[in-house]
């Protein structure tokens, strides 16, 4: 099956800076999503992007789907983007659609 | 509009029990999953559901049956619970064809001992 990889597995930011999270994986995709996983393990839907850019307040994303990698930009980190981001595919062969996940990157932002 | 929810938030049970979380969608979607997570991976997809009255097996589904009688309900039970099913459950639904998003639930806090 398709394989989705993270990069950097652990990162520390402190207040005010800015960060690129990578996501490299291993075929062709329909789908891809960013979600943000909170203390409390809540996911949240960041963002759906197969290809382009898409932004959102002191967020962002690209897809390049024909290279096989997303990236998630953040700018001017809070303390509140704390937590786990992960990144996940549909295989154009999965006919469930079925996402599969990378591992995630922890993210912790210091005051 | 409540999305996808699940019930129960948290659960513990003994080793043999058995037991059902019952996730519901009010999105009318056609597309039901339930993934696992365990400390530090990203979930993992045990069972999924095409259709209401139609299940199919997922990457992890031994130990795991599931139903979906009505379209916004979707059952994951645990016939005789094992340690190794200590976990979080997550249920997720989207709507049919390729590209659409899907949407997941609080989740399920589950501790077998």
């Known amino acids: 099956g398709i394989q989705v990889e993270q990069s950097p597995p652990d990162l520390i930011l402190q207040e005010g800076a800015n960060s690129t999270l990578r996501c490299n994986f291993s075929d062709s995709v329909n789908n891809l999503q960013w979600f943000h996983q909170n203390p409390w393990g809540q996911l949240i839907n960041l963002f759906y992007?197969?290809?382009g850019t898409k932004q959102n307040g002191r967020l962002s994303a690209t897809t390049v789907a024909t290279e096989r990698y997303s990236l998630l930009y953040i700018s001017s980190s809070q303390t509140t983007d704390s937590g786990v981001y992960f990144c996940a595919v549909v295989g154009s062969g999965a006919g469930s659609y079925q996402l599969t996940f990378g591992k995630g990157t922890k993210l912790s932002v210091i005051p | 509009n409540a999305g996808v929810t699940q019930t129960p938030k948290f659960r513990v049970l003994k080793t043999g029990q058995s037991m059902t979380l019952l996730c519901a969608q009010d999105?009318?979607?056609?597309?039901m999953y339930w993934y696992r997570q365990d400390p530090g991976m990203g979930l993992r997809l045990i069972h999924y559901s095409v259709g209401e009255g139609t299940t199919a097996k997922g990457e992890v589904p031994d130990g795991y049956n599931v139903s979906r009688l009505k379209k916004q309900n979707f059952l994951l039970g645990l016939e005789s619970a094992a340690p190794s099913q200590t976990s979080v459950y997550f249920c997720?639904?989207?709507?049919?064809?390729?590209?659409?998003?899907?949407?997941f639930g609080p989740g399920t806090r589950l501790t077998v001992l």
């Open positions: 992007i197969p290809s």
């Open positions: 997720a639904s989207r709507r049919g064809g390729i590209y659409n998003e899907q949407f």
């Open positions: 999105m009318n979607h056609e597309y």
